[in-house]
């Protein structure tokens, strides 16, 4: 399916850019202002840990299935929809959750909340892929990038703040404030004619229900979990060779330099998601920190990573994604580095670490993601994107289990030593990045 023809770049692109980037700070920052706030919902409803965590890794879950979904829909309707739609979703889960006064109301916003917010992120990226020069197509994709990791900075800082002096209700008021973006990216957003076209529900739901079993098997670590996700995506594999047009394309599968990307791409998630959770962690067993510092500790990275995105645009622009990719693993090394040898002597070198974690980690995101809309044709932009952003949540679920379970080994006194194995592990995985990125390097050379 061939993107439409007749349909044109906008001419304020940059606005349209600034304001997509606005709405993914907004959603984005959703995402962590409820880790913070987990602790209080729990003692509300009187809930188990296990059972309260449905409220992280479900929205988790219904991010990663309806992300790709949304790209993937984005072949035939115009983004302006879609990303109507998604927001109007988003808007109404958010005042439905203000008034949710039992756990099974709140677990349903937030589900309906992450069906909504699934269309964001990556529709975005999309449009950046299709109708921003390539010549300025890295300064997007960094904007977009950086809202997102100043999104994940200040969710704890807000979180923290609005549930120690008000209630977690009103976290649902601040994210209420996205439906003010809709006439705006309304305005701005190019106009596209929507294309006939087949879209596979089956292997959709084949495919989320794969992705489901997975993400329960590495939060559990039950056999029959991931029993179900081996047939799930067995029966996937089955369906791609057998129609013409699948949900997910096979063109991706068999391309081994965009694999290669994911792979990255996956690291990278993986490396940052767990320095995310053992973090805060860190800080409170061994320096006595509370929420609310925990938060402004990390603001600083974050904030760091949003004010270079221009800077890092600019490198793309100017000297190539391979580099920029190349300066992102120096950074994520430099920052795993610091946080095993410098993060035991003071909680400055915390967020000292955090702050090359972030720019990295953004420049990284960035990069790969312009890497995919330089290499892949047109007409598989949308599906390669959308795949690409559901292995970052895959990632990202992988690695939040991966910093707890190394950390719990360490014992259930948080002794610092658990935490200087964490950091090791991520020193590792990241070597293990840099040496994928050294193979597509020379794979893309020789081509």
Known sequence: MTVDPHAQAS???????????????????????????????????????????????????????????????????????LLTLGISIFGLASFIGFFADSFVWLLLSRLFQA??????????????????????????????????SLGFGLGPVVG??????????????????????????????????????????????????????????????????????????????????????????????RDKGYRQLLYMSFLGFATHFAILIVMPLMLQHVFGRNPTAVGFIIFPGAMLSAVAAIYVGRLI?????????????????????????????????IMLAYMFTSFGFSSLSSSTTNEVSRVMSKELIASGIGMKQLTHFVGSASGSVLGGIIVEMGGADFAVHSFQHTFLVLIGIMLLSLFLLCLYKKRITHH
């Open 160 to 253: 923290g703040v609005i549930t120690e002096y008000v209630s977690w209700n009103y976290l649902f008021l601040i994210t209420l404030c996205v439906l003010g973006m809709i006439p705006v990216l309304y305005r701005f957003l190019p106009g596209e004619n929507t294309r006939k076209g087949y879209f596979d529900v089956w292997g959709a739901l084949v495919t989320g229900i794969g992705i489901t079993f997975f993400l329960l098997f590495i939060s559990t670590f039950q056999w029959y979990y991931f029993a179900g996700a081996i047939l799930s995506l067995g029966g996937l594999w089955v369906r791609i060779q057998k129609i013409d047009l699948p949900f997910i394309q096979p063109g991706l599968i």
């Open 11 to 81: 001419p304020s692109y940059t606005k349209t850019i600034f304001f997509l980037s606005l709405t993914v700070w907004l959603v984005v920052m959703n995402t962590t202002m409820f880790n913070v706030a987990l602790p209080n919902i729990l003692n509300d409803f009187s809930l188990l840990p296990s059972e309260g965590a449905w409220i992280v890794s479900g929205y988790s879950i219904v991010l990663a299935i309806c992300t790709i979904t949304y790209t993937r829909l984005a072949d035939y309707i115009p983004i302006r929809r």
């Open 317 to 349: 622009d100017r000297y190539g994604n391979m580099r920029v990719m190349f300066l992102a693993h120096l950074l994520l090394i430099i920052s795993t580095i610091i946080f095993y040898f410098l993060s035991p002597q003071s909680e400055y070198m």
């Open 115 to 148: 069906a909504g917010a699934a269309a964001i992120p990556g529709l975005s990226m999309v449009f950046a892929g299709r109708f921003v020069p390539m010549e300025r197509r890295g300064r997007a994709l960094a904007m977009i990038a950086s809202a997102s």
